[in-house]
């Protein structure tokens, strides 16, 4: 899909308050995605999320600007948390005020 296709599937849905970029690898294709993620701050009124197995501090500035909540590290199941789509291992990163708080 183009970054054009995808911003109209969000439009489409005005209920959602947040977009999440999850399963595979999303920063695999980190060009796209980035691009994807300034679409999204520009046009839609949408917090954006991201799970990735990498961790946070190779994360890029470019990237982050565009992100409120990120779940970094390798996803453990044996470590799965009930009720949460992530494992013990892993961080959470909110930003807070301009702030990433972990």
């Known amino acids: 899909m183009t970054t054009y296709e995808i911003i109209q599937k969000i439009h489409a849905h005005p209920l959602a308050t947040a977009v999440v970029f999850l399963g595979g690898e999303p920063t695999d294709q980190l060009d796209f995605l980035k691009d994807l993620c300034t679409q999204i701050t520009a ?22 600007q565009h992100l409120q909540v990120i779940v970094c590290g390798p996803y453990r199941s044996e470590l799965h948390v009930n009720g949460w789509p992530a494992s013990t291992n892993q961080r959470v990163f909110k930003r807070e005020v301009g702030q990433w708080k972990c």
């Open 43 to 64: 046009t839609c009124d949408k917090d954006i999320a991201l799970y990735t197995g990498r961790e946070f501090e190779v994360l890029p500035q470019d990237l982050l």
